[in-house]
């Protein structure tokens, strides 16, 4: 790896680092203040904890099968064989001993996920557009992505850190529209600061969200052959094939967009040699408003990033 890869990589692993140790300490703060706060009534704090934990673990363990059905996933056969064997042979590459299952999305968008709970196993899945649309290395890029995800637990890390949010929110809740002791005014405010709070954790869940997709694609570029290059003109033909779509038929996803390898709100109408929109798409302008509510980075700096996994000599 270059020497700028390795400080991207560095920097990558401590911001991830550095949110993470941000959101726990700010969350502990809270929840000791809190706790201070209802004094004996700390039951009751407790029992909204358990119920968020509860109600996430549970939401992680099905969801693959929500996920499944909606997106009408069924495992590879026939011609389609050789998905198998990319997935099987990154994730050896990956380290990962037991491949993850390889799966078809039967949705007209090309795109693709990883999921899974400790009742699946983990998943790959890739869309039938994508496969009919893009080149195979390409793909196999994609599918390094997607194992990278995999192989960074990043599924159950994302799970852990919004619970965060939620518990701070229905705290809030709870003393905003409890009557008991008649806590009057104090209960109130505190209530209404607690879920302005959970809208400002939620943006480092988003944050948390972009930084392990640039994460994903580290991997993708350091275990498929000229995977950043690879990955960086996938991404980009995955958008313009998007943006050919219907928006109604695009707006199906949205509710699990953050699954996708790349966020369908993304598209862009454009056609011509591919290593050109990459370029192009590399040096639009990013909306820091629009990026602060995405699960997904900027493309351009997405591709930006990649970049720096590209051997210097054959940038461009």
């Given amino acids: ?150 192989k960074h637990k990043d599924v159950a890390l994302m799970m852990m850190i919004s619970i965060i949010p939620a518990i701070v929110y229905y705290l809030g809740y709870s003393l905003l529209f409890s009557s008991s002791r008649d806590r009057g005014g104090g209960a109130a405010l505190i209530g209404i600061a607690l879920i302005a709070a959970s809208f400002v954790f939620n943006l480092f869940v988003f944050y948390m969200s972009r930084l392990r997709e640039y994460f994903a694609d580290y991997h993708a570029a350091k275990v498929v052959p000229d995977g950043a290059r690879h990955l960086q003109r996938g991404l980009v033909r995955i958008m313009t094939l998007t943006g050919r779509l219907p928006k109604s038929e695009v707006a199906h996803f949205d509710q699990f967009k953050a699954f996708f390898i790349v966020d369908p709100d993304t598209s862009i109408r454009a056609y011509g040699d591919i290593d050109r929109l990459v370029e192009e798409v590399k040096n639009s302008k990013p909306s820091l408003a629009m990026e602060i509510f995405s699960t997904h980075p900027h493309p351009a700096k997405r591709l930006r990033h990649l970049d720096n996994y590209i051997p210097s000599y054959s940038v461009g």
């Fill in 1 to 150: 790896m270059s020497e700028r890869g390795r400080v991207s990589l560095i920097k990558l692993r401590l911001a991830m680092l550095g949110t993470w140790a941000a959101v726990t300490a700010l969350a502990s703060l809270i929840f000791a203040a809190v706790l201070s706060y209802i004094g004996s009534s700390f039951l009751s704090v407790y029992s909204i904890i358990g119920f968020v934990v509860f109600f996430h673990i549970i939401q992680w363990l099905l969801g693959p099968y929500i996920v499944g059905a909606i997106y009408r996933v069924r495992p590879v056969e026939g011609q389609m064989g050789w998905l198998a064997e990319s997935v099987a042979r990154i994730s050896a590459a990956s380290g990962i001993d037991r491949p993850p299952k390889t799966m078809i999305a039967e949705i007209d968008i090309p795109n693709a996920f990883a999921y899974g709970s400790p009742l699946t196993g983990p998943i790959v899945a890739v869309t039938r557009k994508l496969v009919n649309s893009l080149p195979r290395e390409e793909i196999e890029a994609v599918i390094g992505h997607e194992i990278g995800h995999i």
